[in-house]
């Protein structure tokens, strides 16, 4: 009995999930937790307008339900509001660890403090929660992110380069920002010019190169904080013929980003992978959620205070290796990389 209630609430999970998330609680197992004594753990994302969300979210559930854990999702759809409601609704059920990955990681810290009062362990999850004292950080080396983006296009013989990134809300941003400018500095690379889409939307991209696009001729490469943002100037520079003509990099491995990878117009993607992130972090959280103590060598400092900190490495990945790490990897399928254009593994 137990095994199918768990099996039914992962598959009311699922279908909520794929008509779309509401502001509200996306399930309530009351019932279900008073027959399955099991573990709840509260997960809040920011919104799913990034594609790759879609793949830490099922490989965390997947994964805790594995370890006899539900998980209820919430979506905030980008609005730091809802988040703290929606994380204080989560405080109120009292469940077993919290996992956060935060709309703006400067303003969570009194409602994760009140999770911390109330013994309930939190977990940033892929960007920090600053002055918060949480339990864990997990996330991608985003420096490292950072300088892979920067020596992409120090190998192109690039003078020039203009940035296009993520919100300075995200944690994430100014520690990719800091790998990239390191390496324009040590390669004597001058940015032209940096810009910051708010709220990841990619759109902001593609308007910066249409009121620009004078400056933008002047630059040698094109650094954009993920791969939405990337496709969203490549297609403002195909309006201005420059797409292939100006190198653009990116970050996640966006099915569309390699795409235009093997097509020439993006050089390259740093590809991080979520389902070993999104399944060390679930094995973590249920950690915590028993009581017990993490084993993880790594601290990071918050503002205020050293966390317990995981840090997965990232993949460079270009034309020449987008076979071996996407394909052989099965992050991606080759037709559908392949698709708009010719697959010359299987022409030979």
Same mark, same amino acid.
């Given at each position: 009995?137990?095994? &199918?209630?768990?099996?039914?609430?992962?598959?009311? /999970?699922?279908?909520?999930?794929? *008509?779309?998330?509401?502001?509200?609680?996306?399930?309530?197992?009351?019932?279900?937790?008073?027959?399955?004594?099991?573990?709840?753990?509260?997960?809040?994302?920011?919104? &799913?307008? /990034?594609?790759?969300?879609?793949?830490?979210?099922?490989?965390?559930?997947?994964?805790?339900?594995?370890?006899?854990?539900?998980?209820?999702?919430?979506?905030?759809?980008?609005?730091?509001?809802?988040?703290?409601?929606?994380?204080?609704?989560?405080?109120?059920?009292?469940?077993?660890?919290?996992?956060?990955?935060?709309?703006?990681? =400067?303003?969570?810290?009194?409602?994760?403090?009140?999770?911390?009062?109330?013994?309930?362990?939190?977990? *940033?999850?892929?960007?920090?929660?600053?002055?918060?004292?949480?339990?864990?950080?997990?996330? &991608?080396?985003?420096?490292?992110?950072?300088?892979?983006?920067?020596?992409?296009?120090?190998?192109?013989?690039?003078?020039?380069?203009?940035?296009?990134?993520?919100?300075?809300?995200?944690?994430?941003?100014?520690?990719?920002?800091?790998? &990239?400018?390191?390496?324009?500095?040590?390669?004597?690379?001058?940015?032209?010019?940096?810009?910051? *889409? @708010?709220?990841?939307?990619? @759109?902001?991209?593609?308007?910066?190169?249409?009121?620009?696009?004078?400056?933008?001729?002047?630059?040698?490469?094109?650094? *954009?904080?993920?791969?939405?943002?990337?496709? =969203?100037?490549?297609?403002?520079?195909?309006?201005?013929?420059?797409?292939?003509?100006?190198?653009?990099?990116?970050?996640?491995?966006?099915?569309?980003?390699?795409?235009?990878?093997?097509?020439?117009?993006?050089?390259?993607?740093?590809?991080?992978?979520?389902?070993?992130?999104?399944?060390?972090?679930?094995?973590?959280?249920?950690?915590?959620?028993?009581?017990?103590?993490?084993?993880?060598?790594?601290?990071?400092?918050?503002?205020?205070?050293?966390?317990?900190?995981?840090?997965?490495?990232?993949?460079?990945?270009?034309?020449?290796?987008?076979?071996?790490?996407?394909?052989?990897?099965?992050?991606?399928?080759? @037709?559908?990389?392949?698709?708009?254009?010719?697959?010359?593994?299987?022409?030979?």
């Amino acid at each position: 009995m137990k095994g &199918f209630l768990r099996m039914m609430l992962s598959v009311v /999970i699922t279908a909520t999930l794929a *008509c779309g998330c509401s502001s509200g609680p996306v399930i309530s197992p009351d019932d279900v937790n008073q027959a399955d004594d099991t573990l709840e753990i509260g997960m809040c994302f920011d919104s &799913f307008v /990034i594609e790759r969300w879609e793949k830490d979210r099922d490989v965390f559930v997947a994964t805790a339900a594995g370890l006899g854990a539900t998980v209820n999702i919430q979506n905030a759809n980008g609005n730091v509001e809802k988040q703290i409601e929606q994380i204080k609704y989560f405080i109120d059920k009292k469940v077993d660890c919290l996992v956060i990955i935060p709309v703006d990681g =400067s303003s969570l810290k009194d409602v994760v403090l009140d999770a911390k009062k109330a013994k309930i362990p939190v977990v *940033c999850y892929d960007r920090l929660i600053s002055n918060a004292n949480a339990d864990l950080y997990i996330s &991608f080396d985003n420096e490292r992110v950072g300088q892979m983006l920067g020596e992409a296009i120090a190998s192109q013989g690039a003078g020039n380069v203009i940035m296009i990134g993520g919100p300075l809300t995200d944690n994430n941003v100014p520690m990719v920002t800091a790998g &990239f400018t390191n390496v324009m500095k040590q390669n004597g690379i001058d940015i032209l010019d940096t810009y910051n *889409c @708010e709220g990841w939307k990619a @759109e902001y991209g593609s308007a910066y190169v249409y009121d620009h696009m004078e400056l933008v001729k002047r630059a040698d490469a094109i650094m *954009c904080g993920n791969d939405d943002i990337a496709s =969203s100037v490549i297609k403002a520079l195909a309006v201005g013929q420059l797409a292939g003509e100006i190198p653009v990099v990116g970050q996640d491995a966006d099915l569309p980003a390699c795409q235009h990878i093997v097509q020439g117009t993006q050089l390259m993607t740093v590809y991080k992978p979520v389902g070993k992130l999104a399944e060390e972090a679930a094995k973590l959280s249920v950690e915590l959620a028993k009581g017990e103590t993490l084993d993880v060598e790594g601290v990071i400092n918050d503002g205020t205070n050293q966390i317990p900190y995981v840090a997965v490495e990232p993949v460079a990945v270009t034309k020449d290796n987008m076979d071996q790490v996407i394909i052989d990897g099965g992050f991606h399928t080759r @037709e559908d990389v392949y698709l708009n254009t010719v697959d010359t593994t299987d022409s030979q």
